[in-house]
């Protein structure tokens, strides 16, 4: 049977990007292809001219000229700025939702409870089912499909809270969420993601990046690492044996001394410690390292010498 959970929060990012020109203007922008019909969802990236990550986003086809961007750690303020800096003929314009948009994650069982409670269809792939202002489609925060649901009203919250903790839905906490994530190596643009990596480096080129729509900010880049096979970094989740000094990051060396890459952040999970590492590949025969002469650090898994 599957578990049933939920989890409460605040999406960082939620704006609309409207206009007749808004579907080609975003297309040129978006690391994924949204030439898709409306009540279609699509997950991408935004990118520097050098391919760097600077946030992600789901984005919602509303209609061909009615687009919602909705992104778990991205600022609405900082994603809103980088889009109008590249507006210039365009007919587009970007709009902040109203105050007080909460979403809901939900696994397993829950997911047919919140949608009733939300008073939604389910969606089917990457379709988004909509009523009233409030928005379902699947999101992504581990291997375990996930509904995310949207409500641009927050005094609809506490009544939802207690209706799913009174038919005994676990209630997960922000700690919970990024632990079930880092599990299954799905890593947060925002959270274990910087503006310093790659799509390559970070395992986000199957779900975010298309090779065949086009020109967007950032895809010469995109091309070309593909064609070169592997990229010189890979991010990974290693095992911490006990608790470190200082914040984070710290410096890894290898084996022989020489630097291996950064632990950069660390999250207890029961007894055990995980850490996200961004690493060298050319260490990546290597499965254990040395933080700053503190403790050693293992790889919970094998790394993944190849681009996806």
């Known amino acids: 049977m599957e578990t049933s959970r939920v989890h409460f929060y605040l999406p960082k990012g939620v704006f609309f990007v409207e206009g007749e020109d808004a579907a080609p203007f975003l297309q040129g922008q978006f690391s994924q292809d949204i030439r898709m019909a409306d009540g279609f969802r699509t997950y ?26 909705v992104s778990y750690f991205g600022e609405t303020e900082g994603l809103r700025d980088n889009l109008e800096s590249r507006i210039i003929m365009d007919e587009v314009e970007t709009r902040s939702a109203e105050s007080g948009w909460f ?20 969606p089917n792939g990457d379709e988004f089912s909509s009523c009233d202002g409030v928005f379902a489609f699947w999101g992504r925060r581990g291997e ?18 207690i209706s799913l903790s009174e038919i005994g839905i676990q209630l997960l906490d922000h700690k919970s969420v990024r632990i079930l994530a880092l599990r299954e190596k799905c890593f947060q643009v925002g959270l274990d993601v910087q503006d310093s990596d790659l799509p390559h480096e970070v395992g986000l080129t199957a779900a975010a990046v298309s090779y065949t729509k086009g020109c967007y900010i950032g895809q010469e880049v995109m091309v070309r690492l593909k064609s070169m096979g592997s990229s010189r970094r890979t991010l990974e989740c290693v095992s911490v044996p006990k608790k470190l000094e200082g914040s984070g ?6 084996t022989d001394g020489s630097r291996a890459g950064e632990l950069r ?29 503190q403790s ?7 790394m993944q010498g190849t681009v996806d």
């Open 265 to 293: 952040s660390v999250v207890c999970d029961g007894a055990k410690i995980i850490g996200v590492a961004m690493l060298k590949r050319t260490v990546s025969e290597e499965k254990t390292f040395e933080v700053a002469g």
């Open 296 to 302: 050693e650090v293992t790889l919970c898994q094998a």
């Open 103 to 122: 979403g809901v994650s939900v696994w397993g069982e829950a997911i047919e409870r919140v949608l009733e409670l939300a008073k939604l269809k389910r």
């Open 44 to 69: 991408g990236l935004w990118l520097n001219r050098k391919g760097k990550i600077l946030a992600d986003s789901f984005i919602l086809r509303i209609s061909e000229s009615r687009f919602l961007v």
């Open 144 to 161: 375990e499909a996930n509904l995310e649901i949207l409500f641009g009203n927050e005094t609809d919250r506490k009544s939802m809270e």
């Open 249 to 254: 990051p710290w410096e890894l060396r290898g």
